[in-house]
């Protein structure tokens, strides 16, 4: 079983993915815990949960952590109101009497209950409070909950491969850690950069290519900047330079940055920006 | 390395990786004891097959913050290479000659000016000598003596912050495919992780998330279930729907800065970080400006002059309210203890600021007191030690408001 899953993730057609990365993917998957993967906005955490599920031909889902999300929404829901009215009106298919029949699943709950193997992206931790994070890695740890209203414990079938992202650069609770991988995404090089670009546009010339690029870490380094460009900035802006019939390559090379909105997405970034921009050229 | 695959191998191996472990620990990274035996799991599953795997692997086991890794990286080539470990106090030196070199760079005159040397003599160096220079100096400095010389003491205005902010902006490590685990280690592309930055905007974000306090208000748009089904019954059984208003935070905040005086100055942008936050963050928020302590008066105006509010009115306001103090806590005693301390003519005292300071903390129960200055500073300090006893004080950093936000929301 090991065996057979260990070194099958080795990337998908729209994700560059480092040695480093699969390794610890692969071994997530073989230790059977939790992965979480840190890292700058816009690094690729949550493209990694779709590559990997691609990769492994597995169905993903996707569970949003919200500020206001209780654990129990991700696990099942009752829903009272539905049984209410069918016990009122009589008309429905389902069996009033059964509340079994009324409880839907979450998404962790969909992933226990599913017949094959699913990947579990749990997409931002970090914005839940720390209650919520420690419970759910309970429920993680022992791959089963309680459903209290109708006294059911739902057991996972396939142990879902999870994959966790987080956006704080505060660390999450200790026993949460405990509990992980972790895998911090450093912000891509040049070359690594480059290759990104050549799978997201392959028919990108390698002459335009390198001038985004050079274009592109010359404005990361631009200093009083609170969010700089990411990579999915960079994807972006390069799709709207394509898209632009007026757009000539010797604009980047005279120091000029058409379309700086689409890499800034702060006004205050994209003042002290536009300002540099404007005194290089 | 076979030696790591096989069953034999790992009992040999495992003096090696205890002691890896250890070092580990002794270095200040947070390893738990299960998380090693996970790794020996790992080891025993035949998952790892190279050092460049085990570095990669024990990495993602064993270490759970970013900031930890350049630690792991120098652990790691130590451990495995017998690359030296760097004396920590030599390493904090050079570091902080390069940054001394960079902020020359920006500004040479104001770093001549704090080193007390003639520019002109500096400018005739090559950078390498200079950071040597600079390196001299700095040895120079902690043998003589501690906390004199201002520039590379902890307080006041020297032109590298003891935060260790590093103004070169993230390193971008390469492609690590064809390098060996200990070439890869020796990088150290973790370094600037591991240092702590200055906050943003959203880092306060975070560490006051916890902050708030949910009511009901806004539209009724939630259905009460247990009162529906009670509202239901009395009905007899004709369907009854109760709505609620959804819960919302509405936490009333005061937020009282200190902005007057130069020793507040170079924490301007930081506490103008916190204060923008808040303003956007809390609905019911006052903020109120003070220089130094609090005396009769507090204003709602930045000059302190248009808008005053008589302290001993605050009795009016909400208990409930978290009052955040933000100032350094230092300030002639007797401006904190006399009556008519204030340092401005003309402003009549009744009662000295310690008194104001004691009803404010005796008014709101829940209450903080912020100070951009390090722990270590204020209990030099005589008037930040008698204002800590009246108010709990935490540095203004993440960690500090992390503390601050769980008393503010202790229940008593």
Known sequence: ?281 | MPGIVNEAGVQEDNILFVSFFYNLRERGIPVTPTSFLRLQRALCMGLIHSLKDFYVVARAILVKSERYFDVYDQVFAHHFEGVELPDLEDVELSEMAKLLLEEWLKNPAAVAAALDVDEKDLSKLTPEELEKYFLDRLKEQTEAHHGGNKWIGTGGTSPVGHSGYHPGGMRVGGISRNKSATKVALDRRYRDYSQEGPLTQSQIGEALKRLRRMIPSGPMDVVNVQKTIYETMRNAGEIEIIFDRRLADRLKVILMIDNGGWSMDPYIPLVQTLFDYTRNQFKDLKTYFFHNTIYDMVWSDTARYHKPELVTDFIKKDPETRIIIVGDASMAPYELMSEGGSIYFGEKKRSPSIENLRFLAQTFRHCVWLNPHSRRAWESTWTADIIRKVFPMFELTLDGLDGAVSHLMSRN
């Open chain 1, 1 to 281: 079983m090991v065996q057979n899953n260990f070194n099958r993730f080795r990337g998908a057609s729209r994700y560059v993915l480092d040695d480093e990365l699969a390794k610890i993917v692969n071994v997530s998957i073989a230790l059977e815990m939790p992965l979480l993967l840190k890292g700058e906005p816009g690094t690729g955490k949550t493209m990694l949960a779709y590559a990997i599920a691609e990769n492994l031909d597995m169905p993903l889902i996707v569970l949003n952590v919200k500020s206001s999300m209780k654990l129990v929404d991700a696990l099942y829901q009752y829903d009272t109101l539905t049984r209410l009215n069918d016990s009122r009106f009589g008309d429905s298919s389902k069996d009033v009497s059964n509340i079994e029949e009324y409880i839907k699943m979450g998404k962790i709950g969909q992933a226990f209950v599913a017949d094959t193997r699913k990947v579990l992206l749990i997409d931002e931790i970090d914005k839940a409070d720390t209650d919520f994070q420690d419970d759910m890695l309970d429920v993680l740890d022992q791959m089963e909950f309680d459903i209290i209203e109708i006294d059911k414990t739902i057991s996972a079938k396939h142990r879902p491969v999870i994959i966790i992202t987080s956006n704080a650069k505060k660390d999450l609770s200790d026993p949460f850690l405990g509990r992980c991988n972790f895998h911090h995404i450093a912000f891509p090089g040049e070359d690594t950069m480059r290759m990104i670009i050549g799978v997201h546009f392959p028919d990108l010339g390698r002459e335009t290519t390198d001038a985004c690029i050079k274009t592109f870490y010359a404005l990361r380094k631009l200093e009083g900047i609170e969010k700089k460009p990411a990579t999915r900035e960079l994807i972006n802006w390069i799709r709207a330079l394509k898209a632009d019939p007026d757009f000539k390559l010797s604009l980047l090379d005279r120091g000029d940055v058409p379309y700086p909105g689409v890499l800034y997405k702060k006004s205050s970034d994209l003042k002290v920006a536009t300002k540099a921009i404007a005194r290089h050229r």
